[in-house]
């Protein structure tokens, strides 16, 4: 793990921003968009009375939480940090408009065409009542979050099948 996050760190510092940076950035936003999916349909369905420390700690958002709301975690501003915040580089929000970012670079227009379906998650994002969706149990939100883990692992074969699957065509 350590060598890892040693790489990671010479490849962060060091490496070209060419297209091979451009799929490095892409893989890491795609992998936590869905880590991050499947942590919050887990939480929407828990026990309401658990405490949620235990998810700005695992999505390495506690210290921002603690900075904006002097009070313990609820699920409306955790939930708004976590999905809606564009300014917190763990929030879902901030890794589609990352990720979408990434796949624009992409030669011949083939990263417009994958990032349809990431716009399509962020106006329907933009489209749920914040009172309503954005509570324990929330079905439509469950459902987008289905949604993102689908869409992400399609992006994902797409771009493996178009830049790392060597057959003839």
């Not at 499947?38 to 390495?60: G, K």
């Not at 002097?70 to 879902?92: C, F, G, I, K």
């Amino acid at each position: 793990n350590t060598a890892f996050v040693t790489m990671m760190g010479f490849t962060m510092d060091g490496m070209t921003r060419n297209l091979s940076w451009q799929f490095i950035q892409a893989g890491l936003y795609l992998e936590r968009l869905q880590f991050l999916s499947v942590l919050l349909q887990q939480t929407l369905y828990m026990p309401e009375q658990n405490s949620l420390d235990w998810l700005l700690d695992l999505a390495d958002s506690g210290v921002t939480y603690r900075s904006r709301y002097d009070a313990l975690p609820e699920y409306l501003p955790v939930l708004d940090l976590l999905v809606l915040d564009p300014s917190n580089p763990q929030s879902v929000m901030f890794q589609l408009q990352a990720l979408s970012q990434c796949l624009q670079a992409i030669p011949d227009n083939l990263g417009a065409q994958l990032t349809k379906p990431l716009h399509a998650q962020i106006q329907a994002l933009h489209a749920m009542n914040i009172d309503a969706d954005f509570v324990h149990q929330s079905n439509r939100l469950n459902n987008w979050l289905s949604e993102m883990q689908t869409i992400c692992t399609d992006l994902s074969a797409a771009l493996s099948a178009q830049f790392f699957t060597h057959t003839p065509e």
